[in-house]
Each structure stands twice: as structure tokens, then as C-alpha cells.
């Protein structure tokens, strides 16, 4: 098990991507589009860059559901290797087969 500090910081930075992804869409589009004077690209840049930190999508790590380790973590599960393996030897994953020989 994570620690909790860790588990929650990230929810956080979770809630904080959430709540400023129209902002920074918006602004990264204007500094992206090449039809705008230099001047209004350059204002976008720091605007974006006057944002929190933690409102960046790549500060988000992911995380096992059930645990919370940041390591060994499988996307389409959404859970760490232990936490996969551990389930799914008791047959909790719907479709996954464990093979042993």
C-alpha cells in the first residue's frame, strides 16, 4: 500500500488538471496557431506558464487503483501487476485467464 500523502497529492493534481484543461487548451491553441502575430503567441506562453504546476497533465501519475503503487501499472486494468495478479488468481477479473504449467 502507498502512502497516503502520496495517493492524495496526486488525487489533487488530478482535480487541478481537470479544472484548468479548458484554460490551457485554449491557450496552447493560440500559442500554437502560426496565423497569430508573435506578440499574441508569445502573451499565450506566459499565461500558460502563470498557471499552477500541478494543473499540467504530465504531473499526474498513474497510480493502482486498489493500492495505489506508481509502479508496474497496466493502463487497461487500471492496477498494478501485484494487484493483477493477486485478483485475478482468485478469478475477480471477468475474461482474464491465468496460466500456469
Given at each position: ?6 495517493i ?12 484548468y484543461?479548458?484554460?490551457?487548451a ?6 500554437m ?37 506508481p ?15 493477486d ?15
Amino acid at each position: 500500500m502507498a502512502k497516503k500523502s502520496a495517493i492524495e497529492k496526486n488525487n489533487r493534481r488530478q482535480k487541478l488538471v481537470a479544472r484548468y484543461a479548458d484554460k490551457r487548451a485554449e491557450l496552447k491553441a493560440i500559442a500554437m496557431d502560426e496565423n497569430l502575430s508573435l506578440e499574441e503567441r508569445f502573451k499565450a506562453r506566459l499565461k500558460l506558464s502563470e498557471l499552477p504546476r500541478n494543473s499540467a497533465p504530465s504531473r499526474v501519475r498513474n497510480r493502482c487503483e486498489v493500492t495505489g503503487r506508481p509502479r508496474g501499472y497496466y493502463r487497461k486494468f487500471k492496477m498494478s501487476r501485484i494487484a493483477l495478479r493477486d485478483l485475478g488468481s482468485t478469478g475477480m477479473i471477468p475474461g482474464l485467464v491465468k496460466s500456469s504449467w
